[in-house]
């Protein structure tokens, strides 16, 4: 009797738990856990301190989310932090925001989005687009119509997905886009449609 070749190496398919998580606005009780999954996504060179994330959320708490564990709601799978910003200038890596920065009065403001990191065991099922989501209606009704953000870590691809493209920076932004590190790329898209 023929023995068909797939039938003889099928193997069931290997079925991944999807996990349960609850998307939140971040607050400041949040900081170590944030830092722990900054440690887990992103070179040494591209390491913040606590105080220069804890200005963005200071800067706008609203648009700041994570993704916790349902079992264990303290341990955070990811995190994005955004926050308003002049559409011509870029944010120092690893600087301190300030409220009364002079650059904060001007009235072209981005909804800019300073990092979103999704710890290894949370990839790869969708957390980074809902908590896009999430942030992106805050944005939308503090009025914000227009979004920046500097892809790093070959994540412009991904950023592409979500109707992203390359802007070419000029000026100042150009060389605070060094410092980012090779391959940093600057990108936007239209958020009102
Ligand atoms: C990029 C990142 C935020 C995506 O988070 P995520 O929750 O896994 O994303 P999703 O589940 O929505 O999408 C996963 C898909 O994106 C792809 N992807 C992940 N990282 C990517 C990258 N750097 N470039 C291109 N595609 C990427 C995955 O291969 C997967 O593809 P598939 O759906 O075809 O299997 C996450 O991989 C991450 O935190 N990376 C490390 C930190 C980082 O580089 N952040 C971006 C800084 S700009």
Redesign the pocket.
């Known amino acids: 009797m023929a023995v068909d070749a797939r039938a003889r190496y099928w193997r069931p398919p290997i079925i991944r738990a999807m996990s349960e998580f609850l998307l939140r606005p971040m607050v400041a009780a949040d900081l170590p856990e944030v830092l722990a999954?900054q440690a887990?996504?992103?070179r040494p060179e591209l390491i913040e301190s606590a105080d220069a994330l804890a200005s963005r959320l200071a800067l706008a708490p609203t648009l700041c989310w994570v993704a916790a564990h349902a079992d264990a709601p303290r341990r955070l799978a990811?995190y994005l932090l955004t926050h308003p910003w002049p559409r011509g200038t870029l944010p120092p890596l690893d600087g301190l925001l300030r409220h009364d920065d002079p650059a904060a009065g001007e009235t072209l403001l981005t909804w800019f989005?300073h990092?979103?990191?999704?710890?290894?065991a949370?990839?790869?099922?969708?957390?980074?687009?809902?908590?896009?989501a999430k942030a992106r209606q805050g944005a939308m009704q503090a009025g914000l119509r227009c979004s920046r953000?500097?892809?790093?870590?070959?994540?412009?691809?991904?950023?592409q997905?979500l109707g992203y493209a390359p802007v070419a920076p000029a000026g100042e932004a150009a060389m605070k886009l060094s410092r980012y590190g090779e391959g940093a790329v600057v990108m936007g898209r239209e958020i009102g449609e």
């Open positions: 999954v887990q996504c992103y990811a989005i990092d979103m990191a999704v710890s290894p949370g990839q790869g099922q969708g957390l980074a687009k809902r908590l896009y953000l500097i892809a790093v870590q070959s994540a412009a691809h991904w950023w997905g």
